[in-house]
């Protein structure tokens, strides 16, 4: 399948990047490219300039995929229409091990966090007419051990 996606050149600290028209399986880093469609450079204001718009329409209409960046940058400058895709992975919090079963059976809410909240807030004690702590003593033994 063929994508249009970007290819990053330029120095260490300083991107610019190709935007190529590439087999889906060859990768970012290969340097391999069918047609070279324009360039992107993030830190100039007309980016669009640098494009080849009539060649893109033409590859998009022939089937070719876009990357999710490529696709976004399309539709913020509306040589596409559509909605902007989510690029950035789905956040989820670090799991424990133990953690990890029982937080897949009960999902989180607000609700539930304001429960789970709510007996440790009554178990703390508070300072006024707290009672006296009763002397520790040691365990009765067990009668196998007497």
């Not at 990768?27 to 893109?56: A, C, H, T």
């Not at 229409?81 to 990890?100: F, V």
């Not at 006296?132 to 003593?137: G, H, K, L, R, W």
Request: glycine share 4%; net charge positive.
């Amino acid at each position: 399948m063929l994508t249009i996606r970007l290819q990053r050149v330029g120095r260490k600290h300083e991107p610019t990047f190709r935007v190529v028209l590439t087999d889906s399986k060859n990768g970012p880093k290969s340097g391999k490219y069918l047609e070279n469609l324009g360039w992107y450079d993030s830190r100039r204001k007309n980016s669009l300039d640098q494009l080849d718009v009539e060649q893109i329409k033409h590859w998009l209409s022939k089937g070719a995929q876009t990357s999710v960046t490529i696709h976004n940058f399309l539709v913020s400058h509306k040589v596409i229409s559509g909605k902007k895709l989510n690029a950035l992975p789905r956040k989820s919090p670090i799991k424990k091990e133990g953690e990890a079963d029982a937080s897949a059976a009960a999902p989180v809410t607000p609700a539930a966090t304001e429960a789970a909240l709510a007996p440790a807030a009554a178990a703390v004690p508070t300072t006024e007419a707290a009672p006296e702590a009763a002397p520790v003593s040691e365990a009765p033994a067990s009668p196998a051990q007497a």
